[in-house]
């Protein structure tokens, strides 16, 4: 059962604090400090213990995600965030430079992004003490900032489950034993090469990130019903929390 009015506020959060003397003067491009719409409501029962964050591809919007919360079938609550930038029928989390940028600059992207979330994860957390646990999950754009939220905010995040990443960034430190890392992803992606995924894959369960990939064959930068049956298998697994 969802609550009568879904919360769908403004936040103007800045980025990594606000503005600072090093940065006076620098251009900023509107999409850096528009406020990001998110809807955030209860499915399944009034106060769920488990926060799903789901973040959607480019060009998308947060209702992509609302059939797919529906067939999980848990008590949850969604925090559904918006890309500040427009594009198609949709919208993206990124300026269009981002996939001109060097490796580092399309880093240095997903982690900004990523704070402005971790500042929504915190505000619908303060609202909602109930909540014991927090996933999230997302594909491509959404799945790099799945992935970058449970790197560096492993305060905030218990678990993840990104699709078509590519796992920029690297651990700062140890992520805790008991948070887990789903990847999945398409064996015949043109834009992430599978090798690249499962050699990074093993780089960072070497370095004791508690990380597994799963892969599919005949498909490429998308979704299936094979991965979609994982997705939900994991995020029930994670949404539940481990049984004492």
Not at 122 to 146: K, M, N
């Amino acid at each position: 059962m969802r609550e009568p009015r879904t919360v769908a506020l403004l936040l103007a959060v800045s980025l990594l604090g606000g503005a600072c003397a090093g940065t006076r003067g620098a251009p900023v491009p509107p999409e850096a400090s528009a406020p990001l719409v998110y809807r955030s409501e209860a499915v399944g029962a009034p106060r769920p213990e488990a926060l799903l964050v789901a973040l959607h591809f480019s060009g998308s919007t947060p209702a992509f995600w609302d059939e797919h919360v529906q067939s999980l079938g848990l008590p949850v609550r969604t925090l559904l965030p918006q890309g500040p930038r427009p594009r198609r029928d949709g919208f993206t989390w990124f300026q269009a430079d981002h996939e001109a940028k060097t490796q580092q600059g399309k880093t240095e992207d997903v982690e900004r992004m990523a704070e402005r979330l971790a500042e929504l994860i915190r505000e619908v957390r303060a609202a909602h003490p109930e909540l014991r646990r927090v996933v999230v999950t997302g594909f491509s754009y959404g799945g790099d900032l799945a992935w970058m939220l449970a790197l560096r905010h492993p305060e905030l995040v218990d678990a993840a489950v990104p699709m078509g990443t590519r796992l920029l960034g690297d651990p700062a430190g140890a992520l805790p034993a008991s948070h887990r890392v789903w990847v999945l992803q398409g064996e015949h992606d043109a834009i992430i090469p599978v090798q690249h995924t499962r050699e990074r894959v093993a780089d960072l369960k070497g370095r004791g990130v508690p990380i597994d990939l799963r892969t599919y064959p005949d498909l490429g930068h998308d979704l299936s019903p094979a991965l979609l049956e994982d997705w939900r298998t994991f995020l029930r697994q994670s949404l539940r929390g481990p049984v004492d």
